[in-house]
Structures are given as structure tokens and as C-alpha cells.
């Protein structure tokens, strides 16, 4: 399979987006107004999750408070029995306005073997082809797992990279990379353009869920890992947080903003 892939150029003065993910319990609670809550702290673009064909509430309500919806997770190959027809599903972004859906986790053992990356990789490549139809690009999303598991030496991740056609793209997630045993910012310079999104958080060791922190407060590199992508789309996440969510969200943008904002 060819690696000759394109990924398409980034903005250089578009802003961080934010994973809503990272404000699940508020938006239980109250989605508009957690959406609100966000616009408020100077947000302007955000990453949606759970999307479906039929379950477009969270991007239609972020669309009308006037967030930009550039990209989504969906779990499309983890749970098929959820998505049985991509095709309405690719065209259901596409008329919301989202250029990129992205799959957020396969489990470990789905980079057991070789044949089993090679099977992720066709399972990836054949979503692609079918988002495409729709002017809609096809991403998968990276935690520990991948990075850790190793064949030959070489991550599994990175055997996936070699394995997919051009037309799908990784979100790299800096923090579970890490975590993996394998430098972001290393991986980064390895990968390419393949990563057009890139998942940014910081963390104290071990890294873990529960030891994440604003970016630039933790153990990671954070600029160097933002060095390395310079055409990949920043996306602040935490997956928790034990102080106020918003206040390291809002922590986190102004800390991407000001290393982007210091290259230029």
C-alpha cells in the first residue's frame, strides 16, 4: 500500500480546537450551556464525539452557538454495529460541516500481530475510500497501546503508518505516546504529514489519566512536540482533570497559542 500520502496544509493562525470530550459532565448536565461556558473562555473551534448519523444534537447545538466543527470521533470501526451504513454516516459529517472523522480507539489486542495491524490498516483504508465519496477524510486516534505494543522493533503504530493508503491521516495524541514509551515529538519527525491532528495535553510520571495537567505544566515537551507538527491542527484534551476544567482548558490554548505564536 502506498505511503505517498497528502495531508491537507494547516492554517498557521487557526486556533486550538478542544475535544468536547473533555467536558463530558458538563455537557450531561447542560449542553448549551456548557457550550456556552466555552465561547466564554475564548474558544472558537472544538472536536465533537459519540457522532453518528443519527446522533448530530452536540455538533448541530455547537454549529448554532457559533463553534467551528471541524472534526469528530466516531467509532466507527470499534463499534460497527453502530455505524452499519458509512456511507450515511460520511455524508451526515460532511453536511455538518466536518472534514474529518476521526476513530478514537481500538482496543490493545487489535495490534497483537501483524495480521491484525494489516487488518485495522484494509478496515481504515476501505472507510476511506467511502468517506471520500463524501469530500470527507478518514483519521484514527492513538492511545498507549499502540506505541508500547512492539513488532521488529518497531511500534505497532508505526507499522500501521506503512500500511495505509494516503487518504487516511493519524491524530496523534502527544500524551499516550509517551506513555507508550516512545518521544512524541520523535514519532512526530517519523510520521510526517500522515499526523494532520494532534492531540495536545501534558502530564506528570507515571502518566496516567489521573496525573494529567495544563499544557506546559507537566513532564512533556510540549513545545518540541509542537515544533514537530507545525501543520497539524491543535486539539487541547484531558481525559481528567482535577482541578477546574475549564481553567486548564483555557490554560492549555493560551500556552499552544503563545509556542505557535513564538516560531512564527
Do not use: C
Not at 460520511?90 to 487488518?119: K, N, W, Y
Not at 465519496?133 to 483519521?139: A, K, L, Q, T
Not at 502530564?203 to 507537566?218: D, F, I, W
Not at 484534551?237 to 497559542?257: N, T, W
Request: charged residues 25%; glycine residues 6%; hydrophobic residues 45%.
Amino acid at each position: 500500500m502506498t505511503t505517498d500520502f497528502r495531508a491537507p496544509a494547516r492554517t498557521a493562525e487557526r486556533e486550538p480546537a478542544v475535544q468536547l470530550y473533555s467536558i463530558r459532565d458538563r455537557l450531561a448536565n447542560n449542553m448549551r450551556g456548557a457550550l456556552t461556558d466555552l465561547l466564554e473562555i475564548g474558544v472558537t473551534r472544538v472536536e465533537a464525539f459519540g457522532f453518528g448519523s443519527e446522533t448530530t444534537t452536540l455538533v448541530d447545538l455547537a454549529n448554532s452557538a457559533g463553534l467551528e466543527v471541524a472534526s469528530t470521533h466516531a467509532n466507527f470501526l470499534s463499534d460497527p454495529g453502530a455505524h452499519p451504513d458509512l456511507d450515511k454516516l460520511f455524508e451526515t459529517a460532511r453536511s455538518a460541516g466536518i472534514s474529518t472523522v476521526i476513530e478514537p480507539m481500538l482496543p490493545r489486542e487489535r495490534f497483537a500481530h501483524p495480521d491484525d495491524i494489516e487488518a485495522v490498516a484494509d478496515a481504515l483504508n476501505r472507510a476511506a475510500a467511502i468517506a471520500a465519496r463524501h469530500s470527507v477524510r478518514v483519521g484514527y486516534h492513538n492511545h498507549d497501546w499502540e506505541l508500547s505494543t512492539r513488532h521488529a522493533e518497531t511500534s505497532a503504530l508505526e507499522v500501521l503508518h506503512t500500511l495505509l493508503d494516503h487518504r487516511v491521516v493519524f491524530e496523534l495524541d502527544a500524551f499516550w505516546a509517551d506513555a507508550g514509551g516512545v518521544p512524541a515529538a520523535d514519532l512526530l519527525s517519523r510520521l510526517g504529514s500522515r499526523v494532520a491532528l494532534l492531540h495536545v495535553k501534558d502530564g506528570g510520571h507515571p502518566l496516567s489519566r489521573e496525573t494529567q495537567r495544563p499544557a506546559g505544566r507537566g513532564d512533556l515537551d510540549i513545545v518540541a512536540v509542537l515544533a514537530a507538527a507545525p501543520h497539524a491542527d491543535r486539539v487541547v484534551e484531558f481525559d481528567l482533570s482535577d482541578e477546574s476544567i475549564l481553567s486548564a482548558i483555557a490554560e492549555s490554548i493560551a500556552f499552544v497559542r503563545a509556542s505557535d505564536e513564538s516560531r512564527r
